[in-house]
C-alpha cells in the first residue's frame, strides 16, 4: 500500500530554472495539499486541492503553480526557481478537509 | 502572523518520564487541533487530535488536552520513550481569512534520553 508518493526525493537547481515535483495518492482522497518546511517556520500552506479540477491557493503560493487533472495526482510547478525555494517540499492528502493528512516522504529542494 | 505557537524549540526528557509538549494559538475559529510526529527523512505521521467540544482526548501513552479560553493545548506523553524522540507539530484547523484550513505550529524537537 503506497499511500502518498513523492519524486523525486532530492533536487539542486540552478537559479531561474524550472521543475515539477510529482505527487501521487492511491487512497482516493479528494482533498490534496502541498507544504514547504523551513527551519523555525513549520509546515507553510502552498496549495491545495479539494477534488479534479479545483485547486487554491495557501498561505505562501508566488512562485509555484499547481493543477488537478485526477484524483490520484498533484504536482507542484516551479517556473523559475530562486534560492528562497530551497526548502523540504512535503505532499499530504485527505479523504476531506478536516480529516487527517497523510504525507508523503518529501523532497528535498537545493537552488543555487 | 504566527497563528499557531510552539514556544520551545527542543525538549530533552528522560526515559519513562512525562513528556509535555506546548501549543498556543491566536484564532478563536480554529475548532479542530491534531498533533502530527515527524522523524527525519520522513513525512509527518498522525498522533491523535481534539475536538474543539472535548477539553481532554487520550490514545494509550499519548494525551491531548485543550484550554479553549487560553487558547493553549498540550501533548503529554507517559511515560517516554526513546522511539519517542522526534519532532511535533500541533495543527490547528479552522476559518483563516476566507476558507478552512489546517494551520501548522514551528514544531519542537524532543529528544527521550536514556
Known amino acids: 500500500n503506497a499511500g502518498v508518493t513523492q519524486t523525486p526525493k532530492f533536487q539542486v537547481l540552478k537559479t531561474g530554472q524550472s521543475m515539477t515535483l510529482q505527487c501521487a495518492q492511491d487512497?482516493?482522497?479528494?482533498?490534496m495539499s502541498w507544504y514547504r518546511q523551513d527551519p523555525g517556520m513549520g509546515l507553510r500552506l502552498i496549495h491545495y486541492s479539494v477534488g479534479a479540477g479545483i485547486t487554491d491557493q495557501g498561505e505562501v503560493p508566488n512562485g509555484y503553480n499547481v493543477s488537478r487533472s485526477t484524483t490520484e495526482d498533484f504536482p507542484l510547478r516551479l517556473l523559475s526557481a530562486a534560492p528562497s525555494q530551497t526548502s523540504v517540499y512535503f505532499c499530504?492528502?485527505?479523504?476531506?478537509?478536516?480529516?487527517?493528512?497523510?504525507f508523503g516522504a518529501g523532497t528535498r529542494l537545493s537552488v543555487l | 502572523d504566527q497563528q499557531v505557537k510552539q514556544n520551545s524549540p527542543s525538549l530533552s526528557v528522560q526515559e519513562g518520564r512525562i513528556s509535555i509538549l506546548n501549543c498556543d494559538y491566536t484564532?478563536?475559529?480554529?475548532?479542530?487541533f491534531l498533533w502530527y510526529k515527524k522523524y527525519p527523512a520522513e513525512g509527518p505521521t498522525f498522533l491523535i487530535s481534539i475536538s474543539s467540544i472535548k477539553d481532554k482526548n487520550e490514545d494509550g501513552r499519548f494525551t491531548v488536552f485543550l484550554n479553549k479560553s487560553a487558547k493553549h493545548l498540550s501533548l503529554h506523553i507517559v511515560p517516554s520513550q526513546p522511539g519517542d524522540s522526534a519532532v511535533y507539530f500541533c495543527a490547528c484547523f479552522g476559518i483563516t481569512g476566507t476558507a478552512s484550513k489546517l494551520t501548522f505550529g514551528t514544531g519542537t524537537r524532543l529528544q527521550v534520553t536514556l
Open positions: 484564532n478563536s475559529m480554529f475548532d479542530y
Open positions: 487512497m482516493n482522497h479528494e482533498y
Open positions: 499530504a492528502s485527505s479523504p476531506n478537509l478536516r480529516g487527517v493528512q497523510y
